[in-house]
């Protein structure tokens, strides 16, 4: 089945954060990729339940997330990757260091992952912190995030794409 291009769009920031912990936690057990259907098993697994205690989603939304993933289920089968619906979004200041990327750069091509992690080892990242917009103790937790969207999107996966606005 073919999936529509903006799928992402269409699930929910919540839902997208439950796939995300359960395609991480494929990930760390060296189980195949992740599913509708790993995402349906682990909410009525207890998972929800973890991540609420965790503040990461709100234990009144298991019933409406539980209903979002069976109509994505009912679209497109229960053997659909869970990374296709997902929501990748960078974090807080990884969206200060892409926007000051892009101000940096208004003509070429669109930058890449890659091209914004070139700029961050190459000085970006002493300038924001310079300039007040980050910690510097943040600098290697920037780095290892980029890294981690790099691996699972690519090197050339564009990097406006990942901004989240708050």
Do not use: C, W
């Not at 494929?26 to 991540?51: C, D, I, K, N």
């Not at 229960?78 to 990374?83: P, T």
Request: proline residues 4%; charged residues 30%.
């Amino acid at each position: 089945m073919t999936l529509p291009a903006d799928i992402q769009e269409t699930v929910t920031r919540e839902l997208s954060n439950v796939m995300e912990a359960v395609i991480d936690n494929y990930e760390a057990q060296g189980h195949g990729p992740a599913t509708l259907r790993s995402v349906r098993e682990a909410m009525a697994g207890g998972l929800f339940e973890h991540l609420a205690a965790e503040g990461r989603v709100r234990p009144e939304d298991k019933a409406n997330l539980m209903l979002e993933v069976e109509a994505l289920i009912d679209g497109s089968g229960d053997d659909a990757l869970a990374v296709r619906f997902t929501r990748p979004r960078a974090s807080e200041d990884l969206t200060t260091v892409i926007e000051a990327f892009l101000d940096e750069t208004d003509e070429g091509p669109p930058p890449t992952l890659s091209t914004v992690r070139d700029a961050m080892q190459q000085g970006l990242l002493a300038r924001l912190v310079g300039h007040g917009q980050l910690d510097s103790e943040d600098e290697q937790s920037l780095l290892d995030e980029i890294d981690a969207m790099i691996e699972r999107h690519g090197m050339g996966a564009l990097a406006e794409e990942f901004l989240h606005f708050y």
